[in-house]
Structures are given as C-alpha cells and as structure tokens.
C-alpha cells in the first residue's frame, strides 16, 4: 500500500465524513489540541524547568506526578490530530512541516524514554533543593527544545500547505 | 470613522508587510511566537495551578523567581506578536466578539496567575504553611480561564465577519 491509497483510504472512512461533514469538528477539534497541548507543555516543561534548576524547593518527584495531566494532555493531542489527518491527510503526508514535526514527536519520545532508562529512579528520590545531575538536566533541556520545534512545526503546516 | 482607521492601518506598510512578507519569518512565525508565549504563560501557569491542587502544605522555601520570570516573559512575546497580528488584520479581529471574550479571558488568566504568585510565592519565595481553600479556587478558575482564551483564541479563526475593513465600507 503506497502513499496515495493510504490517503485515498483515509478520505474514505467514516471518520473523514465526520470531520469533514460538521462544520463544528474541525474548530472543537483544534481547540482541544491546544488545551492538550497547553496540559502537555505546562506540567512537563514546568518538570523539566525544576531539573534545569528552576524552581528549587519542589521536590521532582512532586511535580512528576502533574504528568498524568501531561499525559492525558498529549492524549488528547494526539486523538484530535489523527483527527486532523483523517480529515485532509494529502495536507498533512506531503507537508514538509509535519514530517519535522513527526521527526520532534519521535525524538522527544526517546528523551522520555531516556530519562526513565538512565535519570528516572535517581531524579524522583531527590530532596526539594536537591541539584538534578548533569545528564538529567541536559535531557530536561532537550525536552523543552524539542517541544519548542513541535509548537514551531505544528504553526508551520499551513505556510508549507501543499 | 473606526472603519476609515482600520483601513488606515490595514493599508500601513507595517500591516501589509506582516500580512504578505512571503517568507517563514513573517507572518507564520508571528503566530509561532503567540503559541510559544501562551506556552510560556498559560501553560506553565496550568503546571503550577495543577500542581498546587494536589499540595496540602508548603513546607520549604521555593523559589519561584525564574520560572515566574519565564511566565512574564511569555506574557510579553504574547502581548508583542498579539499586537503585530492585530496590526495584520485589524478589522477581522475588532469586528469579532470573541475577540473581545479572548482578551477578558486573558485578563483574568493573568490576574489569577499573579494572585496565585503574590499569595504563596511572594517575591519568588513561597509563604510556609497550608495551601488554603482560597488559593485552590484561584488554581481552579485558573485552569479554567485558561481553557477559555485557549478556545477563544483558535475559534478567532472560524468566527469572523469580515477579514479586511473595506468590506466594512
């Protein structure tokens, strides 16, 4: 299954219909995407500003706890984005924009899974002025960068419009 | 009269420039600026908010100093890249009621995250003790009115009249 069936497909299930059929989804859809975009960045990047030495007297692990909201934030992100693809995917597939911001998605999926493999168990038993170690602090910095270019890329898509 | 102004200034080489400079760095990137302050401002003002709903009890000093830094200065690039997209399409935005709602919204985002600030990270560091009932309900509006100038600010894009004040004339 090539590129152009994939999206002949996609413009004909009933997902498609219903995103492009009512007015109302693609608005409410969008306004949900940045509410979980604003879950996602505000209780990660607030995690990741308390390793970077921001915020000192929380103790990390206090503030890992508000990522189920980031989570749940990113979860929404990602239903109304697929939403988004269901509906026009030839402006998304041949859109040079999202496939950086894919690329940042990806990345930043691996920053996550690097700190819970190498920074994870030593981060979460620090004290409220405790220091974060030098790693930790680079991957909280790489996280905010990369959700900085996906906040850049996911603007860009309508100028790179095919 | 209003109508001749907006037309003034959607005709001023500032407004057409933002409008129609054919490049990445103007107009698309105008609006990255407004996302990255709304992330600055109302999201790390959302992470904190959410934060101090799960607390009962302050009990050391934080300071807050830099990332309250980083919520002004979100408020800032938002207050600046605003003002150049109003500049950009001015009828589009003052002839629409939602615009007007979104900028209320904000208003009260900003006078929640400060009151929130002021009671219990005064000059960045935190007041010792219980989070109080009060101070929940700040996080709680907070929350909420953030929401809100979230929703206004994407629905500005689906609820317009007009885009260019000569269709005003």
């Known amino acids: 299954m090539n590129l152009p069936d994939v999206i002949h497909w996609l413009t004909h299930t009933p997902v498609n219909s219903i995103v492009m059929g009512y007015r109302w989804v693609w608005p409410i859809s969008e306004s949900l995407h940045f509410c979980g975009l604003a879950m996602m960045v505000g209780t990660v990047g607030l995690f990741d500003l308390r390793l970077l030495g921001l915020a000192k007297g929380i103790a990390p692990a206090a503030l890992h706890y508000s990522l189920r909201v980031g989570i749940a934030g990113f979860a929404i992100s990602v239903i109304t984005g697929s939403l988004f693809i269901f509906g026009q995917p030839d402006q998304y597939f041949y859109n040079d924009a999202f496939k950086l911001k894919v690329v940042a998605l990806t990345l930043l999926g691996i920053n996550v899974l690097a700190f819970y493999t190498l920074e994870a168990r030593r981060v979460l038993r620090l004290g409220p002025e405790d220091e974060a170690p030098v790693r930790a602090k680079w991957i909280a910095a790489i996280s905010l960068s990369l959700l900085t270019l996906i906040m850049l890329f996911g603007r860009m898509l309508t100028f790179y419009r095919p | ?169």
């Open chain 2, 1 to 169: 009269m209003l109508t001749s102004l907006l037309v003034w200034l959607e005709e001023t080489p500032l407004s057409v420039w933002i409008r129609e400079y054919p490049s990445v760095l103007g107009f698309p990137f105008i609006l990255f600026l407004h996302t990255l302050g709304l992330a600055m401002l109302a999201a790390i003002s959302v992470g904190i908010d959410v934060w101090l709903l799960r607390q009962h009890v302050i009990g050391r000093a934080l300071r807050m100093t830099g990332v309250i830094r980083v919520m002004w200065l979100g408020l800032g690039i938002n207050a600046l890249s605003g003002l150049a997209l109003l500049i950009a399409y001015p009828a589009k935005a003052l002839t629409n009621p939602v615009f007007y709602l979104k900028l209320l919204l904000v208003v009260l985002g900003v006078y929640a995250a400060q009151r929130i600030n002021r009671e219990v990270f005064p000059r960045g560091l935190a007041v010792t003790g219980a989070v109080t009932v009060a101070t929940k309900r700040w996080a709680m509006l907070s929350i909420v009115v953030w929401a809100g100038a979230v929703v206004t600010g994407r629905l500005l894009a689906y609820t317009q009249s007009v885009l260019f004040a000569y269709e005003l004339l």
